[in-house]
């Protein structure tokens, strides 16, 4: 190969070059005209890029002055169309704690008027999530006043009006609601109305109104530092499972101030909430998990009115009180957890003029005094309670000041109790009733309770405390006494230790072992036992018109159980023995009498010479009827009676029967093929009541002859105090 000269190589040199030149060249030609027909594609890529990058800078730039995050923000349009006033669609997504925000709609620039400025308005449809349960969604109207910088805000509002506004996991429902809302720039103000308002089917406001006022500066996108709520409306009703409340708000309405830590969060650092005719300050600490101090004092509250709002929270036991009129104020302080269960609370309380009613129990109270400090720690306190005018039934009482205290305690199975305790006698007095209480203790639980004390009565005429029970029928006339040492009240229960003393024609009835159970059932129990001695029949015939008689009853009624108002078990016995003669002795009266209550009626179907010779006056000129014994036993258990009589020996070895009422001229048998007699207790109960209406019988007419009808009786009234109409 022949080598190549210079001049060679320098046209090879400049040929490559060329060569190089035109492929750049036409690469450039080719970009420009790849440029030309492909450059809104480029740009507008190159301009979100750009603007997705802006976006999120400044989002890190601002969120750590947020309360909340900001997750996502979308735009669907370049800046660049912002010249021609119109987006059509921005997309934002905000999370605080478990709930998020979705917001989405179109969003329109316009001018103000003012240079700088412009406004933005914006209408999304909004839905709340929290838990992945979200709201039905609701569209609202938003605008905002800001510099076109697009860093400062100079105003907002918001405002919507729907129909419909539900939450499914709560049962939020809202009727009729409507928002309006607003910020200039060193005022707030929000104003939001609902027909209803339920959280399952449990709270339900009605004509509710909301209007929050801030007179401080706000912070761009933030509500604080202090904040004034009024809510106002007809009224508000709260039912959530038993507790009720309604607050007459249309006549004051329910005011807040709100004092946040800081602007940059909602963080509350104090709430005074002003009810009507009450004042209460609530305290946050470290919101929301911390706890929640809240502080109260109430000026003169009506008792009537607020024993209506607050009656489903009272204890059962006071939800029959019908209060009449009353004055009461109350104040202290309570913490509560972040969920809302009270940890401690104290406080006290002073009621005045408490007048009520409680018709089931036909008691009222008139004018009475109470007062006591309590406390989560020793519960009620310094109790000092006075009630000049009490009645129960017709009769009428006084409990002068009294001390009481109610202490806190914990049961064995962790249940609390409230335990109640007056160490000194009650000073109650009861017109004419000398009935004493000392040393009152015991307590309430959830499911019972337990009430102790020493009861006694000295002697007082039977009359007095059937006037004050209402007792119009006739009774003898005797003195009462008891003794109870202790007297137990317990659920269901009535348990005396102790006995009940009659003295009555010339003798004594004593009643004990006394007890009255299930009372809270249809079917209850009661028990006791009876003896009767020395009563005088001269007396007992002479007061039931049942004629002349000498000798003197005994006997007893032992281990005696009623179900309902059934005797279902007893050890019974009657007898009648001599007083001051060796014998018995009855009238003819007396003795036909006798014989009635055990023939019944058929006594008077005797003939006429025989009813003379036995009851006329022949008996009368041999002096009556002389009786050397009457009397009969009976025994009940697991529905069957034995009936006995009280037969000497020797009078069975003549007689070769049972007498139920012996003497030389006149027998009452006891007629039965076999003995002892066994009845059922349907027979007794037909012959006890039969006896019962004859004695009624005899008391009211002399003797059934004479018996008559009284048109002109008095119709019975009801047994109750002069609240209810009634009179003492």
Request: hydrophobic share 40%.
């Amino acid at each position: 190969m022949r080598p190549q000269n210079s001049a060679t190589l320098g046209i090879m040199r400049r040929l490559k070059l060329f060569g190089l030149s035109l492929v750049i060249l036409f690469s450039i030609i080719g970009l420009g005209l790849f440029l030309e027909f492909h450059t809104g594609w480029l740009r507008s890529k190159i301009q979100s890029w750009v603007q997705t990058k802006v976006i999120q800078k400044k989002i890190e730039e601002i969120q750590p002055q947020l309360p909340f995050q900001i997750e996502k923000l979308e735009i669907d349009s370049l800046w660049a169309d912002l010249s021609s006033g119109k987006i059509s669609g921005v997309k934002i997504q905000l999370k605080k704690d478990d709930w998020r925000l979705y917001a989405e709609g179109p969003l329109k620039l316009a001018t103000t008027g003012t240079a700088g400025l412009l406004k933005i308005l914006f209408t999304p449809t909004i839905t709340l999530e929290n838990k992945s349960a979200r709201t039905t969604p609701i569209i609202v109207d938003m605008w905002a006043t800001t510099n076109t910088s697009f860093n400062t805000l100079k105003g907002f509002g918001i405002s919507t009006q729907s129909e419909s506004f539900s939450w499914k996991p709560i049962g939020l429902e809202l009727k009729n609601l409507s928002i309006n809302a607003g910020w200039d720039g060193s005022q707030a103000k929000l104003e939001t109305t609902a027909q209803s308002l339920s959280v399952k089917d449990q709270a339900q406001w009605d004509q509710l109104s909301l209007s929050l006022v801030s007179s401080l500066q706000i912070q761009p996108l933030m509500v604080g530092p202090k904040a004034t709520l009024q809510v106002r409306g007809k009224n508000l009703e709260l039912l959530l499972g038993e507790l009720y409340f309604d607050l007459p708000l249309e006549k004051s309405p329910l005011t807040a101030l709100i004092e946040l830590e800081s602007t940059t969060e909602f963080k509350p650092k104090s709430i005074d909430v002003r009810i009507p005719q009450a004042d209460l300050k609530l305290n946050f600490q470290n919101f929301p998990q911390g706890n929640i101090v809240a502080h109260w004092n109430t000026r003169s509250l009506s008792v009537p009115e607020t024993f209506t709002r607050l009656a489903s929270i009272v204890p059962k036991a006071l939800t029959d009180m019908n209060f009449v009129q009353g004055q009461a104020t109350t104040k202290g302080r309570a913490t509560f957890s972040a969920n809302g269960n009270v940890k401690a609370y104290e406080g006290s309380f002073r009621g005045s003029r408490l007048s009520f009613l409680m018709k089931d129990a036909a008691a009222e109270v008139r004018d009475a005094k109470l007062s006591f400090d309590f406390s989560s720690k020793d519960g009620v306190q310094n109790g000092k309670l006075e009630i000049p005018k009490g009645y129960f039934k017709h009769f009428k009482a006084r409990l002068r000041p009294t001390t009481f205290a109610l202490p806190f305690h914990v049961d064995k199975n962790g249940k609390p109790r409230v335990g109640l305790e007056v160490k000194n006698a009650l000073p109650l007095e009861i017109q004419d009733i000398p009935l004493k209480f000392e040393n009152i203790e015991g307590y309430f639980g959830s499911e019972d309770f337990l009430l102790k004390s020493s009861m006694g009565l000295d002697k007082l005429p039977i009359e007095r405390l059937a006037q004050g029970f209402c007792f119009n029928n006739p009774l003898p006339p005797a003195l009462v006494s008891l003794q109870f040492k202790p007297i137990e009240f317990s659920t269901g229960t009535i348990d005396p230790t102790g006995q009940i003393l009659v003295d009555l024609f010339g003798g004594r009835l004593t009643l004990d072992r006394i007890g009255f159970y299930d009372l809270n059932h249809e079917v209850h129990e009661t028990n006791f036992g009876a003896q009767w001695k020395g009563i005088q029949l001269d007396q007992l015939g002479a007061w039931l018109n049942f004629g002349q008689m000498d000798g003197v009853l005994t006997g007893y009624a032992s281990n005696v159980v009623f179900q309902s108002w059934l005797p279902t078990q007893y050890d019974f016995k009657f007898e009648v023995i001599p007083n001051k003669k060796s014998d018995i002795v009855f009238s003819p009266d007396a003795m036909k009498n006798v014989i009635r209550l055990f023939a019944g009626e058929d006594i008077d179907a005797l003939p006429g010479l025989a009813n003379w010779l036995a009851f006329g006056w022949p008996s009368r000129v041999f002096g009556g009827y002389d009786i050397d014994y009457f009397g009969l036993s009976a025994f009940s258990a697991e529905g069957a009676i034995l009936v006995e009589t009280l037969d000497p020996p020797k009078i069975f070895e003549k007689e070769r029967q049972h007498f139920i009422l012996y003497g030389p001229r006149f027998k009452i048998p006891l007629k039965s093929a076999r003995y002892p007699l066994v009845v059922d207790a349907t027979a007794m109960n037909n012959f006890v009541r039969h006896m019962y209406q004859q004695f009624d019988t005899l008391k009211k007419n002399g003797s059934p002859e004479n018996e008559k009808d009284d048109p002109d009786q008095e119709s019975e009234t009801p047994c109750l105090p002069p609240g209810f109409g009634g009179t003492t």
